[in-house]
Structure formats: C-alpha cells, structure tokens
C-alpha cells in the first residue's frame, strides 16, 4: 500500500517531470516542516529546494540523446563527478581462501551490484549546499571553485566505498559431459554511505533445455552489518547539527537520490512505445529470477507478474526510494508494512531492508493478501487482480475503493503492468541467443592471469565465434545506437532496455538504425571483425550501471530461444 502518490502524465520531457515530480514532493516536505518549525529546517529545505532546481535542470543519461543541459553550473558537477570517481574503485580487495589479499582498482563484481553502491556526485555536493544554507557559514562556497574542489574531494574521501571481494569460479559443463571453468570476483562485503553490507551465496547447477548445465555461486540474501548511513550521520553531527541529524539525514538523501536514472528511462520508453512490444523476460536480472521463482512456489503469484510489478514499481533497483511515500525496494513496500510483516516472514527490519529476496518475498506477500485467489489460466487474470493492485498501487480514494478508482488504477498502474506480465510470460526467463545457430565461446566473461607473468586481465563480455556475415539477434528488446567506429569495439551496435545495456561488437554491418525500437530476436547487424579483433566473431557484452556483468546467466546455452 502506497499511500497518496504521485502520478503525473508520462507524456512530458522526462527531465522536467522528474523535477516537477521532485519539486512537489519537497512542497510538501516544506509546509510539514515549518509546521513542526525547528529552526535549523527552514535553511536545509530552502537549500534542497535549491538542489531540486538544479537538479530539474541537468541533462540525464546519455542513453536518450535529445535531453538539453540547463543553466545548472557544470562545473560544479564535474568537480564532485571527478571527485567520486577517484574514490569509487580505490578500495576494492580481493580476498582469497589462501588467506592473501589484493588490490583491485576497479569494481568487480560479476553481478555488477558494487556499480549499484558507489558514491554518486549528489551524495557529496548535496551535504555541502545543505551545511552551507543550515549554518550560514560559506554560503558562497560555489563560487569559489578551488575551495569547493577541494570540499568535494575531502568529503568523497571520507564517504567513499570499500568493497571486499572473493574469487568464485562458473562451470560450464556441455551435453557430453566436457567442462569448462571461468573466474568470476563476487562481493563479499560492501561499505558505503548506506552502512556495511554482508552477502551470501549459494552454489547451484541451472540445467538447460540441451543438456548442457552451469554450476555457479547465487546471491542468497544480504544483511546490513552496520549502523545504516553512520558515517553520513557523523557527518552531519560534525558539521550541521547532531539534535536534528535524523531529519536532516533523511532531507538530503531525499535530494541525493532524487533521480532514478533506470526508473525514469523506463517510464520515458513505456510513455512512448508498448512493451507488449519490446519487453521479455530477458530485462530481469538473471539473480533476480529465482527470488521471483520461490515466490511463486510460496504464495502462488506466479514469477512473470511479479517480476513485472517490480519493474513498474522500482525498475528492479533494491534501492529505489519514493521519497514522498518512504516507500522502499524492489516492490516499493511501504515502511509501515515493513516494519509488521518483515518479522513475521523471519526478516530483520533493519538488517534486511536492502535484501532483495526480503523485499519480494514481501511484497509477494502483500499483493496475495489483498489477492485473495486468483486462477491465473483463466482469460479474466487481470481483472481478477485489477482490485488488489487499486490497493497495493495506492489508488484508493478516501481509502476506498470504488470504480473511479480501480478506473484510475487500470489506467495508469495495472495496465502497465499486465502489459509486461503478458511480454514476460510470453518470452520465459532469459534472452535469446546472439548468433543464431553458432553457440561455441571462444572467450569466457571474467578474470584470467597470465601464468608467466601473473599479469591480470578482465573480459568484459564473451566471444562467440561464427563467420563474417552471420546475422546477429537481439538478445532482448530496447532502443537501439549504433557506431560505425567505437574503437577498440569497432562496428557496434548498443541496446538499453532500462535495466541492461547490451554490446554487440566487431560487426561488418548493421541492420537498424539509432533510435530503433526492437525486439527480442530481431536481426541487428552482421559478424565482422571491425576493431581490435584478430577474426570474425562477435563479442557480446551486458552492462549494469555502466559496469560490465556476466552475460551468460541471461543467455539460454544451446542456442535457440524456447
Ligand atoms: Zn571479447
């Protein structure tokens, strides 16, 4: 259950709507706090509303093209965005069961979740503008760029992530029996401005429709270890106020995170093209699918209409916060129903706010309390839940629930997600293979050191071989850009579905155009060996957060799509 929240049109420029979307959100926020009217609250929300402005100017994800920049000063955002950049890789140790430890210098975990956790150029520029405004002092502090530089760099310093990796191994074993095995680094700790994580892991063997199988380590929950947000609380004691570092922790996180870069990309793309369409079951995250599988084993909703109420309500981000509402995760529960049910499913309300088989195992829980039954093979499935998600959606009027507003639930939230449900359940889990009718891999995501030289290298994706000339399908649909000439990568073709970014590299031609919508199993472009390529074959590589992840838990070996 939502509460009232806000649902604008989708069809404004989405770099507008966010800040207006933002901008009414701290409205609120406002008139509550000169209510309650602690002194130091007046000058942090003027500087929030300050930074919702800003905000509402910045051009967003490259992905989309077309966003302008506004007057927003960039130099102050490129001076926190080299500033973060610096300390996000910097502590990232590998730990390995001999007891021995190294240094990275870049994130690596195969599920790309660190890439998630880093340090964003908000989360430092933010608590500046708040302390400047909260305590008068260096008010003109982003006039003067050497000073500010150094702020920024200082305070990145202090929050920046430290992650603690292990070496895990993925093993490959064909129809016949023959095996292959890759390394991949898993997180095994992560400390950030969020507190100290924990993860754990399970090993399993997926089995494949060919007979082929993949033993590997699955993410099995993680736990908060920490105090959350303790070194932004210290912060704010040292520097604001340590009376008020509750609010004002919760105030700047609110601005910090006001973009949701994924969510708004899929609004702006479901705004515009059906993803009956577009949409398959390769957009869930492959660590994902078995939360969404048990589940469904649990609480009888099955995995594909989960999977697409978490992308609707989250845009599969464990982190995605409605700051109006406070609710929270990957099925945006509200914090009241958090704090009842967690226990009661054997989750700990604070350790396991950010465990994402926590958060759907809840909210799989809600929706089947508010379900009652429903025959999922019956034709009228959808409206058999059109009542429950009035409720869960939080479009009730007056807290009832009346044909208006299943009306305006239909309309803006269920259909939407009935829409995915029906591309999920249609395309099953996973992608569609990338070369048609050529499936041997020449080279494994991952790791590999030099036996000689002990040197370390990172594949960033993996390379099937096939002839110049073989065609080459979508593994899943998104908005299409090409580049005839992206360096080392050649001739390459990059398809972002809100939640992966895919490469498809070294081609010898392409068969779309920028700005293309496809779908899953269109023919893109060609196998070539365009770039720094020694032979035709096509690298394939996914992306999360702009960090490369293991493709091949989303790819379905054997080569066709079921
Ligand atoms: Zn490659």
């Not at 036996?451 to 960033?460: A, D, M, N, V």
Request: hydrophobic share 40%.
């Amino acid at each position: 259950m939502h509460g009232n929240r806000d649902r604008p049109s989708l069809t404004g420029h989405f770099v507008q709507f966010a800040g207006r979307r933002l901008g009414r959100a701290l409205a609120r926020l406002l008139a509550k706090l000169l209510v309650w009217s602690a002194p130091v609250w007046v000058p942090v929300v003027l500087a929030l509303v300050a930074v919702t402005l800003i905000f509402s100017a910045m051009p967003q994800s490259g992905a989309l093209g077309g966003a302008q920049p506004g007057d927003a000063d960039p130099a102050i955002r490129q001076a926190a965005e080299s500033a973060v950049a610096e300390v996000n890789a910097a502590e990232t140790w590998l730990n390995s069961p001999d007891g021995s430890r190294e240094h990275l210098g870049q994130l690596a975990d195969a599920y790309g979740r660190d890439a998630q956790l880093v340090l964003k150029w908000s989360d430092i520029y933010t608590p500046l503008l708040a302390r400047a405004l909260a305590t008068g002092e260096d008010t003109d502090l982003f006039s003067r760029p050497e000073a500010y530089g150094q702020r920024l760099q200082e305070l990145a310093r202090r929050f920046g992530p430290r992650f603690e990796y292990y070496p895990s191994t993925v093993v490959i074993t064909d129809a016949e029996g023959n095996s292959e095995e890759y390394a991949v680094y898993l997180l095994r700790r992560s400390d950030t401005l969020a507190g100290t994580y924990e993860y754990q892991y399970e090993r399993v063997t997926d089995q494949y429709p060919d007979g082929s199988s993949r033993t590997y380590d699955r993410p099995a929950g993680q736990r908060l270890v920490s105090q959350s947000y303790e070194r932004l609380d210290a912060w704010i004691g040292e520097n604001i106020d340590p009376k008020d570092a509750d609010m004002t922790r919760r105030m700047i996180l609110e601005a910090s995170r006001a973009f949701d870069t994924r969510k708004e990309w899929v609004d702006w793309m479901l705004s515009r093209y059906s993803s009956a369409f577009w949409a398959s079951g390769a957009m869930v995250p492959s660590e994902l699918v078995p939360l969404f599988q048990e589940a469904e084993e649990k609480y009888g909703i099955p995995w594909w209409f989960l999977a697409a109420v978490a992308f609707t309500e989250s845009s599969f981000n464990p982190l995605a916060e409605n700051p109006s509402t406070g609710c929270y995760g990957l099925m945006q529960v509200a914090p009241a129903n958090w704090q009842e049910y967690a226990p009661q499913l054997g989750f700990d309300v604070q350790a396991d706010r950010d465990n994402p088989r926590a958060q759907i195992l809840l909210g799989a829980f809600l929706l089947k309390s508010y379900f009652g039954s429903v025959d999922w093979n019956a034709d009228d499935w959808r409206d058999q839940t059109l009542r429950g998600l009035t409720f869960y959606g939080g479009f009730r009027t007056n807290g009832e629930i009346d044909a208006a507003a299943m009306e305006r639930c239909r309309n803006e939230y269920a259909g939407k997600i009935w829409e995915l449900a029906d591309a999920f359940r249609g395309t099953g889990t996973g992608g569609t293979w990338p070369v048609p009718g050529h499936t041997q891999i020449t080279s494994y995501f991952g790791w590999r050191v030099h036996p000689i030289t002990g040197e370390r290298k990172f594949h960033e994706g993996i390379d099937i071989a096939a002839p110049e000339g073989a065609p080459v399908a979508a593994v899943a649909g998104g908005m299409a850009t090409v580049n005839p000439d992206a360096g080392g990568y050649g001739m390459l073709v990059t398809i972002t579905d809100g939640v992966h970014e895919y490469r498809y590299a070294h081609l010898s031609g392409f068969t779309v155009q920028s700005g293309q919508v496809v779908k899953a199993g269109e023919q893109i472009g060609l196998v070539g060996s365009t770039g720094a390529s020694t032979g035709p074959h096509l690298h394939f590589e996914v992306r999360v957060n702009g960090q490369p992840v293991d493709p091949l838990p989303l790819l379905r070996p054997g080569g066709e799509h079921e």
